[in-house]
């Protein structure tokens, strides 16, 4: 994990020129008309993330599994098409998250697992969070905690009004 945390860390004065990444269904991922965003859901749901950078480097966050809960992870690719996009998902670029100099990056533990990343690019802020949306029978969304998405708020103060399963307790920050 410490090398995980020394790589996001690493983000730190870098610059961000453009992000992608593969969107995944928050509601009728396994029907005729998948839905990938709605008032209901504050963040951008993904699968994997992907960052291009100055260098020409490809860094893919996403998520990796500790035991029974799943963490952030951080990777230097050569490039992002590697991802296997099917029914319920979708590639695609992403400009409405912040690129430009990242100036602050704080990482924050549960546990021993990297449950959330935030960045600050160019001033606006990027919140990276270890969970996933899941659809009720009733359609209803029900936000987990450390699960094996990849949640990217352009608001983070939206993580904190939101009801999580399990509840989302005290964080160890590392900065």
């Known amino acids: 994990m410490r090398k995980q945390i020394n790589e996001f860390l690493a983000l730190k004065d870098q610059t961000i020129r453009s992000w ?15 839905e990938f965003a709605d008032q209901d859901v504050p963040c951008l749901h993904l699968w994997a993330l992907h960052a291009r950078t100055d260098s020409g480097e490809t860094v893919t966050i996403a998520t990796y599994q500790d035991d029974d809960l799943f ?5 230097l690719s050569a490039g992002s098409n590697v991802d296997d996009v099917s029914h319920g998902y979708r590639r695609r670029n992403l400009p409405e998250l912040p690129t430009g100099l990242v100036r602050k ?24 969070v270890a969970g996933e949306a ?6 209803r969304l029900v936000w987990r905690r450390l699960d094996e998405s990849v949640l990217a708020f352009t ?8 009801q999580w ?7 160890r920050r590392i900065t």
């Open 20 to 34: 992608s990444g593969v969107e995944m269904a928050v509601r009728g991922g396994d029907g005729p008309a998948p």
């Open 134 to 139: 899941e659809e009720t029978f009733e359609g």
């Open 155 to 162: 608001d983070p103060n939206t993580v904190e009004q939101m």
């Open 71 to 75: 963490g952030l992870r951080i990777d």
């Open 105 to 128: 990056v704080s990482i924050d533990l549960d546990g021993d697992v990297i449950a959330e990343v935030g960045l600050q690019v160019e001033g606006h802020d990027l919140l990276l």
């Open 165 to 171: 399963v399990p509840t989302r307790g005290r964080l």
